[in-house]
């Protein structure tokens, strides 16, 4: 079983920049697929920013040229760069990972983006 640790959310102001972190409990390195999913307050979870073993990624429009994805295999974790944060950015972000033939995901880590 794949534990998923997220951290690095927080309030920000709009315009502001924060990175998530994304911490398995074993190595990636064979993880088909590693990403982020998000969901809003009475809206369906969506997929913000997915990132392959061959280092092909995936962003939601909305987020694009805004938010960047990363993973480093030798520590097992997975980032969120995000900058120019704005208010519809605000939800619970997820973890994610496809392995082993399963998906795992992490608890989430709020974000919210307001003055």
């Known amino acids: 079983q794949v534990q998923l640790v997220e951290s690095g959310g927080g309030l920000v102001q709009p315009g502001g920049s924060l990175r998530l972190s994304c911490a398995a409990s074993?190595?990636?390195?064979?993880?088909?697929?590693m990403g982020w999913f998000r969901q809003a307050p009475g809206k369906q979870r969506e997929a913000v920013a997915v990132i392959i073993s061959g280092g092909g990624t995936n962003f939601l429009d909305s987020v694009k040229g805004r938010f960047t994805v990363s993973r480093d295999n030798a520590k097992n974790t997975v980032y969120l760069q995000m900058t120019s944060l704005n208010p519809e950015d605000t939800a619970v972000y997820y973890c994610n990972a496809a392995a082993n033939g399963r998906n795992y995901w992490g608890q989430g880590t709020q974000v919210t983006v307001s003055s």
């Open positions: 074993e190595s990636i390195f064979s993880f088909y697929r």
